[in-house]
């Protein structure tokens, strides 16, 4: 009984107060109780980097942890609200509210925590509000720039994101509320910004003895990690089943496993982050399959090795892969 009276009290609270805008508001998002929208911009398509992750406070490094560079129709919705209405309180009902309409939030942080950030220590809210204007200003908020509405102490980063047949929907919020000044709230919605050209793939374990045997190695799309984790997904096992096969049907070979990364986090992050998924492969077939784990090296390769262009998300979903090569 709790959970329904608590949905039905985030369903009044994102409920639109201005029917006549409420066209203007993201499905997947809502209208905040008692706010009023100050700013709608769409550009059709295009590319815009976001925050998907801890990043570095400063300088603003688009190159570095927790950015990435989307493709697709890219919308701004500003928010104003009356002040008394916080930050959290904002949070909270969004996030929820994201959640029952499918949206999975993979980055909810807050300044004053430290958890928007890769130091993990706490920083000014202005830290955040320039990286929101990264690399370029966003459209101004009642005449003035992003960075100088959305710069309180205790302003939040909420990054999610939702599957859909015309592609995925990304959305960033950041949430700026107190007792004595309004509150805002800046939306950023790219949407189908991942096209489905690369989805997974499972390489039969004949083709990747053809593979192995004709060109020495062979890439494979099949095995997927959890964001910036190298925790490996459970639609993953059909490929691993595939590998483990192979190697049980062909007892003297042994392979290198090499892990790599797009180019969108710094060299020895990236560096680092494959080799994990390297090792993540390689325990994965020793643990769950019984592969005898001196025919197995886990190697981390990160962005070293691209098979194209990073320029586009098409190209780094390519050269972020898993790669067996014949010992």
């Known amino acids: 009984m709790r959970v329904s009276l608590f949905a039905l009290a985030v369903a009044a609270v994102l409920a639109s107060s201005a029917p006549a805008a409420s066209a203007a508001d993201h499905p997947l998002i809502g209208r905040y109780q008692g706010s009023e929208q100050v700013g709608d911009k769409t550009t059709e398509y295009d590319e815009t980097y976001m925050i998907t992750g801890p990043v ?39 996030v929820d509210s994201m959640k029952e309409k499918g949206v999975t939030v993979q980055f909810d942080c807050a300044v004053a925590k430290g958890d928007c950030f890769v130091n993990g220590e706490p920083e000014p809210g202005v830290s955040l509000a320039l990286l929101l204007d990264t690399p370029v200003n966003m459209p101004p908020i009642e005449g003035r720039v992003v960075r100088n509405v959305v710069k309180d102490d205790k302003a939040r980063y909420i990054y999610g994101f939702k599957d859909e047949a015309e592609g995925r929907t990304h959305i960033a919020m950041a949430l700026s509320g107190g007792t004595e000044l309004p509150g805002y709230i800046i939306i950023k919605v790219v949407e189908g910004a991942e096209m489905p050209t690369n989805q997974i793939v499972v390489v039969e374990a004949d083709t990747l003895r053809k593979e192995l045997t004709d060109k020495g190695l062979v890439n494979l799309y099949g095995i997927t990690f959890d964001f910036d984790k190298a925790e490996i997904r459970p639609e993953s096992s059909a490929q691993l089943e595939q590998i483990a096969s192979l190697l049980k049907a062909d007892s003297s070979l042994a392979l290198d496993v090499v892990g790599h990364t797009d180019d969108q986090g710094g060299a020895d992050y990236n560096l680092d982050l494959s080799r994990r998924r390297a090792q993540a492969v390689t325990q994965a077939l020793s643990g769950r399959y019984g592969v005898a784990s001196a025919r197995l090296t886990p190697i981390g390769k990160g962005a070293q090795q691209p098979v194209t262009s990073n320029a586009t998300e098409e190209g780094r979903a390519k050269n972020r892969r898993v790669e067996l090569v014949r010992r």
């Open 56 to 94: 570095v406070a400063s300088p603003r490094d688009v190159k570095g942890p927790g950015w990435s560079l989307l493709e697709g129709r890219i919308r701004y919705l500003y928010y104003k609200l009356p002040s008394g209405i916080s930050a959290l309180a904002m949070r909270r009902n969004f």
